[in-house]
């Protein structure tokens, strides 16, 4: 089946570095990715909603220039999470709706940990 | 613009007990509506799924909901819980291109021996 993978699936960094983590399908092309953020017991909070080529929709509240979220082929999607401090530490969900058929799919999630 | 309501942030069953999880949902259109469950540090595992056609929707791991338009409402049954079903549920909504999906609070089953 179809799968979408993250990577890395944990990262710990120090505060006021750059992380990017990638959201792939593996194979299919996803016309649409999107981001989630999830706290600890808490539910996914959608972030954008990104485009092959062009530049993401965030949701309000979201930081575009904390969050850069770059889709630059139908099969990856990056999220950098700018300056990271310890408020940023969360567990980042991506998914891709399948161009040809209309499914979405989940990746498996990166857990971000700012020191 | 689309909501999901989950009642009851936790929910306890003995083993073998009946499951039932509460989701109910707001849409400006006609909506496709999701179960998904999350083990700890996992992503979403979708259980099931309605978009159109018969209202009783049945999925992976026994587990079946029902699409009540009257209602507005998707909840999720298992007759039977077992202990591997113990994890945290997510009821989703989306438009029918699976845009601008949203989340339920989610839903933490726990089952006792």
């Known amino acids: 089946g179809a799968v979408v993978s993250q990577h890395p699936s944990w990262v710990i960094c120090k505060s006021g570095t750059s992380v990017k983590i990638e959201c792939r399908s593996l194979?299919?092309?996803?016309?649409?990715m999107f981001w989630y953020r999830q706290f600890p017991k808490q539910s996914l909070m959608l972030m954008a909603t990104s485009n092959e080529g062009s530049k993401a929709t965030y949701e309000q509240g979201v930081e575009k220039d904390k969050f850069l979220i770059n889709h630059a082929s139908l099969t990856l999607s990056t999220l950098t999470v700018t300056s990271a401090h310890p408020e940023d530490s969360s567990f980042y969900i991506c998914?891709?709706?399948?161009?040809?058929?209309?499914?979405?799919?989940f990746g498996e999630g990166s857990r971000l940990t700012v020191l | 613009a689309q909501s999901v309501t989950q009642l009851g942030s936790h929910v306890s069953v003995s083993e073998g007990a009946l499951v039932l999880l509460r989701c109910n949902y707001s849409s400006s259109v006609p909506p496709y509506l999701f179960w998904y469950v999350q083990y700890p540090n996992q992503g979403l595992q979708l259980l099931l799924k309605y978009t159109t056609g018969a209202t009783l929707v049945k999925g992976i791991n026994g587990f079946e909901a029902e699409f009540k338009k009257s209602e507005t409402s998707f909840h999720l049954t298992k007759p039977s819980a077992h202990m591997s079903d113990a994890a945290e549920y997510f009821c989703a909504v989306s438009d029918h291109n699976n845009n601008d999906m949203r989340f339920g609070a989610g839903t933490r089953l726990t089952v006792k021996p």
């Open positions: 194979d299919f092309q996803a016309t649409t």
């Open positions: 998914s891709a709706i399948r161009g040809d058929t209309g499914e979405l799919f």
